[in-house]
């Protein structure tokens, strides 16, 4: 099977992937963030020339590598195996913080653990429970020219992570440019939150019983299958 094609049992996580992978431009400097934004880099053309920047010091990461194929020594910035693209460079993490301080990347892809409608997210902690620790997520959200979240409509309680306002503390104020979710597409814009797609099966009234912000609809809704 070719890289980006449909897998007969696709996972939700690869199916939100593969969709984020449509908003990828050629030529594009992308950092991906822990989760479900790592597998964004085996839905990549291959005709498609994209570098891939991790904060632990590679511009240039490239798909997963296959089961046996790993090298121990080469790693993303949340620790699993990554394969090279031609043309990778290594740096240490000073300069890799650097890129993303001087505004040099046109895209991150974050997890999140909540999204307001005004593109406010939140993602580094949980008051009250340990973390390894914020990393690079604020100045990602701050200094990219796009930020894409990534995320399951629904927390593990059944509550929306799509939401009015962030309960919990912030990563960033109204950095959020799209969300993808494994229900919908939703666009972040200065008025509002607008439902650009929903996932196959889920319909539009699914998707807006499942999310608490008020989504906004100004053309037909497409169907992502």
Not at 21 to 35: F, K, R, S
């Amino acid at each position: 099977m070719g890289v980006g094609e449909v897998k007969e049992t696709e996972s939700f996580r690869e199916k939100i992937a593969r969709r984020a992978a449509q908003e990828i431009e050629d030529g594009m400097i992308i950092n991906l963030g822990i989760g479900i934004p790592t597998l964004v880099a085996d839905f990549i053309p291959k005709d498609k020339k994209v570098l891939f920047h991790a904060e632990n010091g590679i511009l240039g990461t490239g798909p997963s590598p296959a089961p046996g194929e790993e090298n121990p020594m080469l790693c993303n910035a949340g620790g699993f195996p990554v394969t090279l693209a031609t043309g990778a460079s290594f740096f240490d993490s000073a300069t890799a913080f650097a890129i993303i301080r001087r505004g040099l990347l046109d895209m991150t892809i974050l997890g999140v653990l909540e999204v307001s409608e005004r593109g406010d997210i939140a993602n580094w902690i949980v008051p009250g429970k340990r973390v390894p620790g914020m990393g690079g997520a604020m100045e990602l959200a701050q200094k990219a020219k796009k930020v894409m979240v990534l995320t399951t409509h629904l927390d593990k309680n059944g509550r929306s992570k799509i939401v009015r306002e962030c309960s919990l503390p912030l990563t960033a104020v109204g950095a959020a440019h799209l969300i993808i979710t494994d229900m919908a597409v939703m666009e972040v814009r200065e008025d509002g939150l607008y439902l650009k797609e929903v996932m196959h099966p889920y319909t539009v009234a699914d998707v807006i019983g499942a999310t608490e912000a008020e989504l906004k609809m100004d053309e037909e809704v497409r169907v992502f299958r």
